[in-house]
């Protein structure tokens, strides 16, 4: 890789640039099933979430409909 210059000195002295190419080779770690699905901030998996939530919610109700329906509540 050719080191560019900007006034007579390397980009990679800048100290903004310093660890640019060193940022580049470390990894990612894997993220945990709590980060990912649980706290994730990417829209497509929050309406998966709320899609998933919605479908529990509309079991529950149905099986309180269901149990009301045939006055199977405890008392």
């Known amino acids: 890789m050719s080191d560019s210059t900007i006034h007579g000195k390397k980009v990679s002295d800048y100290p903004c640039n310093a660890g640019h190419d060193a940022h580049h080779e470390h990894h990612h770690h894997e993220e945990s099933f709590i980060s990912k699905y649980v706290f994730s901030q990417d829209h497509k998996m929050i309406a998966k979430q709320f899609l998933i939530t ?5 079991i529950i109700g149905g099986l309180f409909s269901f149990c009301s329906a045939f006055n199977w509540i405890p008392k």
Request: zero cysteines; hydrophobic letters at 80%.
């Open 54 to 58: 919605g479908m529990i919610w509309a």
